[in-house]
Each structure stands twice: as C-alpha cells, then as structure tokens.
C-alpha cells in the first residue's frame, strides 16, 4: 500500500536508502527495516544533508527512537554532514507493509508473522497461527498483548512452546 | 436533525486545533498514566502487560496530540490542574480491576468511534486517527472480552463489574458533548456508542446501569478545566520528577 512512491529518486537517494533500510530493527534484529517496511523516504537536500522519512509501527513504539539513531549514525559514517530523521504518520504502517522475505525471516526467528489483512484491527481467532517451531495450526491465544507493542503471546498445543505472534495491525 | 445541528461542532478555522488536540491528547496522556499505575499491581502477568501496552499506545498518541498544541514535555509536566481539559471519566481511579476495565469499556469504545470518524475525513487529526483507530480496536476487544468473562462469571466477578460499570456511568456523558476542532456528530456518535455497549453488556449479562449521564453537578466539566478531587495527586505524582529535577535528561 506503500509502493505507489519511491522511497528514493537519484541513484546516490536509492544507495543512502539501502543503507538506511539495512539498519536492523532494535527490538527484532532480524529484521531490517526495509523488510519492516517503515523507511517511506530518502531525500538529498541542496546542503549535502540529507532528510529520512521513517513510520512508526504503532503510535507509541519506543523503537522508533532507536532507529532514528541507527539511521542517523550509518548514514553519518557514509560521510553525509547532516541527517535529519522525520516522523510521518500518513498513510498508516500496516502489517501488509512486511515483505515477504521479513515474514519468513520472522518465523524463523521463532515469530509467527502476521496474517494478511483482513479489516482493521483483531482479526478474528478461528484463523489459524502457525506454530514457529513445529509448524502444527493447533495453537492458543494466550494473551493479545505480549513483549512488545506489535505482538501477541500464544501457545501451541502440540509442542507446547509458547512463542510470539506478531499481530496484525 | 435538531439533535446534529445543536451537538456539530462547529467546523473551526486553524486557531481551534490546538485546542482541540489538547483536549484529546490530554484524555490520551491521563488515561495512559491511569492505566500505567496498575503496573505491579495487576492480577496476573498477562494484564501487567497488556494494561501497560494499552498505556504505551495511548502515550504515543498523546504525544503526537499534545506536539500539535504545543511542546509536549511542558504541556504535560508543568501544566497546573485546572488547564487540563481531559474528560473527566479518564482521571477516575483505577480501583479493583473490574472498575479500570469498565472504564476501559467505556473509553476504548467511544474512541474507536472517535478515530473511525476522523480517519475517514480530512482533517488535522486524520492521519493520526487512521494509525490510532487500528490500536484502539484491540483496547476495545481487551475490554469487551473481560467485560463479559466478569460479567457472565462468579457472582463476585459480577458484582464487582457491576459496581464499576455503575459509579462510572455518571461520566460517560462528557464525552459526547461538542469539543471546537473536532468535526464530528456527538450525538450520532453517541447512538452508536450506546448500541455497542448494549450489545456488550447482553453478552456479559449485564443490564445498562441506570441514571442521568450527564447534567449532574460536577460531572461533565473536564473539558473546561474543571477536575473531580482524584486528579491533583494523580498529577502531583505524574509531575513531581520533572518539577524537581528541571531540565534533567537521561
């Protein structure tokens, strides 16, 4: 929902926006934050500095902060004088935002990814999740709010392993 | 139609923003302290952390909210009592978990409606709204899934959701009541808020409380800075580190 603008124009834009999108995720680092989907732009300014547009996963993730600083300091060792990492709500990061690569990744982790987008908000429970580690699609909610802002704690019934689920949003 | 035009807020010219994300950004930042005090006290580890999630959301939006009124540190720290224009139901105490879930109840269904409205129209909050309407939808099922596990529970789990539903439905009228900035339908938006938490409290068993929700002496004035007794120490306690350590950072 996300792709319709490029993240960078220039080909300096475009290399600044693999190396600001190859930062890891604080809180999931094997993630990276263009698989994450929350890097929305890179632009030169006329001062040889540069403007990064960066969503926030949910309202209030504290992440957002760490990865403002990662940004800041790989693009800074690249030799650009001055970043400058701007917070932008519209349009809204959803779990769709998730490449593909991010969602196996994730499970590989030991997080089940999201479930494509129904509507907005719970989705409903009788779509199964996954087990990360068995891969049995007996599991249980545990509870819908977990380590972090973005997750849910559930149970599978088979291996007996809780594990997070990272819950579409 | 009467009921629309008497409860629209006026759609306001830019002045009135400020105002108006203060007044949404305050219910956001009070409600979040309020639900943040459960922390190590809630009954299991689950609700520790869900309650605090819940907390962590609605400071997020509060500090989007409060950035557009102003500097959200001094708004939030260094603001007296009486310039607090939360709705009074957020300030109440938390008091046993099924009074905090009755007020979560009651809250987390009037602002999913409230971010709903705005995320569909363009105004200054709409872009807010559209992240925040999809985080409040899981306050809403947290709130609803407890409301009737309490409520169709023992006869204590009952009665205590009972007795929270009821001493706080007094302060579920402010809510509705027109805030300049904010343009939407108070009184649609009440009708529905109502159909939802009817729909709630029969799957939980649970008649509507009973009683005037607004008009009584002292409830329904938060908007216009006017606080119930609760609310200066819960603000004495939120301030206190910034007050006596001023300018002190990490």
Redesign the interface.
């Known amino acids: 929902m996300v792709t319709d603008a490029p993240v960078a124009q220039t080909r300096l834009e475009q290399e600044l926006a693999a190396l600001a999108g190859s930062v890891p995720d604080p809180e999931m680092p094997v993630l990276s934050l263009a698989e994450l989907g929350v890097l929305r732009g890179v632009r030169m300014r006329e001062d040889g500095g540069v403007d990064v547009d960066l969503t ?1 996963t ?5 992440a957002i902060e760490a990865m403002s600083a990662d940004i800041e300091r790989v693009l800074t060792d690249h030799g650009i004088p001055q970043v400058s990492v701007h917070t932008v ?6 779990t769709d935002d998730i490449s593909a690569e991010g969602r196996r990744k994730l499970a590989e982790f030991g997080i089940a990814p999201p479930r494509p987008h129904a509507s ?3 989705v409903p429970v009788s779509l199964t999740v996954r087990c990360p580690h068995c891969g049995s699609t007996e599991t249980e909610l ?6 972090t ?1 973005c997750k849910a ?1 559930r149970r599978c019934t088979s291996c007996r392993e809780p594990f997070d689920h990272f ?1 579409e ?1 | 139609m009467t009921a629309t035009e008497t409860t629209h807020a006026t759609p306001a010219g830019p002045s009135a923003v400020p105002a108006a994300a203060l007044a949404l950004g305050d219910d956001a930042l009070v409600l979040s302290h309020r639900l943040g005090e459960w922390a190590g006290h809630a009954p299991v580890l ?2 520790e ?2 309650l ?3 907390a ?6 509060a ?2 909210l409060l950035s557009m009124a102003g500097d959200e540190d001094e708004l939030a720290f260094l603001r007296e009592e009486r310039s607090f224009r939360n709705l009074q139901l957020v300030e109440q105490p938390n008091g046993d978990f099924a009074h905090t879930i009755a007020r979560q109840l009651y809250f987390s269904l009037y602002q999913h409606l409230l971010w709903t409205e705005l995320a569909a129209g363009q105004g200054p909050f ?3 709204a ?9 306050h ?3 709130a609803v899934q407890w409301t009737v596990r309490l409520g169709d529970g023992t006869e204590e789990s009952t009665r205590r959701m009972r007795a929270g539903l009821d001493a706080l439905w007094k302060y579920t009228g402010e809510m509705f009541r027109p805030v300049e900035g904010v343009d939407v339908d108070g009184a649609a938006l009440e009708q529905r808020w109502l159909a939802e938490l009817d729909d709630v409290l029969s799957r939980a068993r649970l008649d509507p409380p009973e009683g005037p929700r607004t008009g009584a002496w002292r409830a329904g004035a938060g908007r216009e800075g006017l606080h119930t007794e609760p609310f200066g120490r819960m603000l004495a306690e939120m301030q206190h580190l910034h007050r006596s350590h001023p300018g002190a950072s990490w």
């Open positions: 926030p949910y309202t209030g993730c504290p709500l519209s349009p809204a990061w959803s907005d908000g719970p545990l509870s819908r709010f977990s380590s802002a704690l819950k949003l | 689950e609700e952390v869900a605090a999630n819940i962590l959301d609605l400071l997020g939006q500090r989007v709409a872009p807010l559209a992240k925040a309407v999809k985080e409040t939808a899981y809403v099922d947290h």
